[in-house]
């Protein structure tokens, strides 16, 4: 017996030599490191070139004179900041951003939570799936869909509609009212999948830690705010960051609502159809290249500040 134990563990121990020596082996060290680069290869390029290269192409062309004879300073931003339409802009992204914002912290943190809290598999798994349909719609199709919603002689909720006093669509749409509507159309086409995920956060909360609490008396309303939102913080910090580089980039929204309205909504509405209009109807393209800097400049600034104060890199 004594021998066929020490002949076992001879073998194993070769085994494991064998198996030591194979993973160490260049060649298996260089495989996955190829592999990966040939994974990562084609987005790297594709990177480069509608990223990377168009973002140094609008560099090099805020900073350089209109009829392109040499550098000219700060010219292109004072230009369109003096623009009459340039603070309105901003005022109408910035209170859109601002409730959207809000509204993604508030009901998809609420939303997840009560999605986890729920026992029935079944249950959670349907909700999940009906929280994420509308982000299969792409833009211009959910801004199609709101646009029969917010029709009070058409939309199935014309009742509310009513109720708040507003009889035709252009009661509806109105500029004061935009922010608003922009926010609601971006929360119900884009909270879905940040739903999903802040589900997925909740679950890799040890269950260790959740039991612990309910034993030190913990109700769900102190789980939730004493353990579980600080426990996906960075999550939350990580979908406000994401968001708000979405929501500076307005377009599609208020293009279409501009077209539907036939002028209503006007054709410079957002920062990005401002510089739409510079680069496409004024063939401006240097005054577009700065308001786009302008935007980098701005979502740049805000993401490191939510970094900063949301934790997102701090090691647990």
Known sequence: M?????????????????RSALADSPKRRMAPSAMSYAFVGPYLLFTIAFGLGPALYALYL????????????????????KDFRFVPAVEHVGFFVGIWLVALIILV???????HSIGANRVRTSLRTIYYLPGALAGAS???LWLFLLDP??????????AMGMDSFNQVVVPSHMPVIFAIIAFWAGAGGWIVIMY???NNISQEIMEAARIDGAGPLQLALRIQIPMIRKWITYMVIMSLAAGVQLFVEPQFLS?????????????NQLAYQYAFKQNDFHGASAISLLLLIVALSLSAIFVARGGLFDKE
């Not at 002689?153 to 009513?162: E, V």
Request: aromatic share 12%; charged share 10%.
């Open 259 to 271: 077209q539907a309205t036939q002028g209503s909504i006007p054709n410079d509405y957002s920062l």
């Open 142 to 144: 959910s801004v199609m």
């Open 153 to 162: 002689t058409a939309s199935p909720a014309n009742f509310l509609l009513r």
């Open 109 to 115: 943190t609420f939303f997840s939570l009560l999605v």
């Open 200 to 202: 997925g956060a909740l």
């Open 62 to 81: 805020g900073f350089t004179k209109r009829d392109g004879s040499g550098f000219a300073g700060f010219a292109n931003f004072t230009h369109v900041m």
């Open 2 to 18: 004594k021998s066929n134990t020490s002949d076992g563990s001879s073998v194993g121990a070769g085994f494991l030599r064998r």
